[in-house]
């Protein structure tokens, strides 16, 4: 069964910092890419972060560049999401996604495997 589990969202003060953490099961790891994704109510699923297993390589969206940092331990099977000088802003509830072969990092068509989702709040 495949499995991606979210988990170290919870309510921080702006500028503090919070480790998100992604654990997969069921599927080769080193052969996906893992994207972070972030939503909250009344507007679409945005990309945040992407990591290839494959390749290494990483990408974040301008709002949180310098901010947030996309890691993954292939030994663990976990990806992990470093997110410092949080923003109000930032408040979401934050899903992982696997993707196999992902052209367009920050389409969500592009990710088969998809967690349940963490909350992240920020108070200002």
């Known amino acids: 069964e495949v499995q991606l589990v979210e988990s170290g969202g919870g309510l921080v003060q702006a500028g503090g910092s919070l480790r998100l953490s992604c654990a997969a099961s069921?599927?080769?790891?080193?052969?996906?890419?893992i994207a972070w994704f972030r939503q909250v109510p009344g507007k679409e699923r945005e990309v945040v972060a992407f990591?290839?297993?494959?390749?290494?390589?990483?990408y974040y969206t301008d709002s949180v560049k310098g901010r947030f940092t996309i890691s993954s331990d292939n030994a663990k099977n976990t990806v992990y999401l470093q997110m410092n000088s949080l923003k109000p802003e930032d408040t979401a509830v934050y899903y992982c996604?696997?993707?196999?072969?992902?052209?367009?990092?920050?389409?969500?068509?592009?990710?088969?495997?998809w967690g349940r989702g963490t909350q992240v709040t920020v108070s200002s």
């Open positions: 996604a696997g993707g196999n072969a992902v052209l367009t990092w920050g389409d969500r068509d592009e990710y088969r495997y």
């Open positions: 069921g599927f080769t790891f080193t052969d996906y890419a």
């Open positions: 990591i290839s297993n494959y390749h290494g390589t990483t």
